[in-house]
């Protein structure tokens, strides 16, 4: 049976998987959502006894319908090879009273490479598919993570072009000559003075220009998208959640049907979402643990049921969930308003114009199952710090959020169902802000003497991604107000 996407904000809008992956957003800013989501076809403990690959074809074969088993296991075997560091591609470790689900294991070292080694296959695939012309042209805005492994996915793609925005001051120092160093004649990096929600809403407007996207056709190009407004991001994340759950099902620790918790540091909503998804599915989770950092607009969310933006942006050592908007809380609030293009709209247009919507009580009560909390900069430190001493295990500031937010969770709950932490970045990455919370006299060194320091304690090996910065020369240093992002698009695309 072919399962359709509709835009969130026009019921009359319908795609398939492909054409929704290849669009990335549907129009008047809606975007694309299952009409509903099918159940697994196999049972839990087969999928416990699958490798990756055959988790992920289970899973996304449900979900992309119009996508043959061919195509389909061509974009998963291409995805899921040697770019990953271990052959289980995302190890579930457990230490401290939880079990963390490590996606930092890819070419870029942050869980965002879940997802976007896979896209490149599952956009030219769809392009294929609908018979498209025009080159692709990736138009990304990034919090310091997406973008990196955006461009590593797309690099020198035939028949694609990229295009990643990042907020100049906004990103750690390894996220940025990362992303700087990005080989490939087809790639375009740039620097806009803002953060990344004016990066993000930069890159939202050109999407919904209407008459700017018929004159790119004119010239043989259209946008595509690689955040987690494209459905084809957030479908490879529901993945990792089934085969987390399924190697604790293997491993002994659970019985197929039991209920685990899982703890995502949140940012753009869009892992998490992936989790809730992964239920509908049929995923035994019981909780979804939404941690925020100091930018806790989803923790007042979820207590106050007003959302609001109006507020000071905070850059905090968890660069890549300094977020206001969050943008695939529209899906889950079009969800809990019963599938109501008409109601989520209205509520969208509130964000836009005021900054703020209220939802309403009975949708309020379709959100038992999330709980949402944060962590301030000196617990996310000292959550680094503490479980270093306990256990060895040294882990990002991100995941740390995840951590702290959890330890929270437990104090008011006393829950002590098995929960699994999305731990999203190796702490390689935020190298600088992960030593310092270990002791603030490393502030002194050098980035990559902290590397070898990092080295040392952890005892983990230092990711290939760090080694091929150390003397990578910078190829991009283009930077903009965040008034001329279209200005600088149409310069790269020569038009
Ligand atoms: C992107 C990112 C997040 C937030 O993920 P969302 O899907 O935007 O909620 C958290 N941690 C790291 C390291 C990230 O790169």
């Avoid at 990335?24 to 403990?45: H, K, M, Q, R, T």
């Avoid at 416990?48 to 319908?65: G, S």
């Avoid at 020369?473 to 200005?487: A, F, G, I, S």
Wanted: include cysteine; hydrophobic fraction near 40%; charged fraction near 20%.
């Amino acid at each position: 049976m072919e399962l359709i996407y509709k835009s969130t904000r026009n019921a009359n809008e319908t795609a398939t998987a492909s054409m929704a992956i290849l669009k990335g957003l549907a129009n008047e800013g809606g975007l694309f959502v299952p009409d509903s989501i099918p159940a697994f076809d196999v049972s839990l403990d087969e999928l416990a006894k699958m490798d990756y690959r055959q988790v992920a074809y289970n899973v996304m074969k449900l979900m992309l319908t119009d996508f043959t088993e061919e195509e389909l296991m061509h974009c998963i075997n291409s995805a899921y090879d040697d770019k990953f560091d271990t052959k289980e591609i995302a190890p579930l470790v457990k230490k401290a009273g939880a079990y963390y689900l490590e996606l930092f294991h890819g070419s870029t070292i942050a869980f965002k490479d879940m997802a976007l080694s896979i896209l490149p296959y599952l956009l030219t695939t769809s392009a294929k598919k609908n018979n498209v012309e025009n080159e692709i042209v990736i138009l990304t805005a990034t919090s310091g993570d997406t973008g990196k492994a955006a461009l590593a996915g797309f690099a020198d793609v035939p028949g694609t072009k990229i295009i990643v925005f990042y907020p100049k001051n906004g990103v750690s120092p390894i996220q940025e000559k990362q992303m700087v160093t990005q080989k490939g004649d087809n790639t375009f990096v740039v620097g806009i003075t803002g953060n990344f929600d004016d990066a993000q809403t930069g890159v939202k407007n050109m999407f919904s220009d209407v008459e700017l996207n018929n004159y790119l056709g004119t010239k043989g190009y259209q946008f595509s998208s690689a955040n987690s407004i494209n459905i084809g991001r957030l479908v490879p994340q529901m993945v990792y959640y089934v085969y987390a759950y399924t190697r604790l099902v293997a491993n002994g620790d659970i019985k197929a049907g039991d209920k685990i918790n899982v703890v995502v540091p949140t940012g753009n909503f869009g892992n998490i979402l992936a989790a809730y998804y992964a239920k509908e599915m049929g995923l035994p989770i019981a909780k979804f643990i939404c941690a925020s950092n100091e930018n806790k607009v989803l923790y007042d969310f979820f207590e106050t049921g007003s959302y609001n933006r109006n507020r000071d942006f905070i850059l905090t050592t968890s660069p890549s969930m300094d977020i206001l908007i969050s943008s695939n809380l529209e899906r889950l609030i079009y969800k809990i308003a019963g599938n109501d293009a008409v109601k989520n709209k209205e509520l969208m247009l509130a964000l836009n114009s005021k900054g703020e919507y209220t939802i309403t009580d009975d949708m309020k009560a379709n959100l038992a199952s999330f709980y949402g909390n944060y962590a301030s900069e000196a617990e996310t430190s000292a959550t680094i710090k503490k479980v270093y001493e306990s256990d060895n295990y040294i882990m990002d500031t991100h995941t740390a959020v995840a951590a702290n937010v959890y330890d929270k969770y437990v104090a008011a709950t006393g829950d002590t169902t098995p929960t699994v932490i999305a731990s999203t970045a190796s702490p390689y990455k935020f190298t600088r802000s992960v030593m310092n919370s270990i002791d603030s006299e490393y502030d002194k060194q050098s980035d990559f003497d902290l590397v070898d320091e990092l080295n040392r304690l952890s005892g983990v090996k230092v990711p290939q991604a760090i080694e091929d910065i150390r003397t990578a020369p910078v190829r991009h240093n283009t930077v903009c107000d965040k008034e001329d992002m279209l200005k600088v698009v149409k310069e790269f695309l020569g038009v």
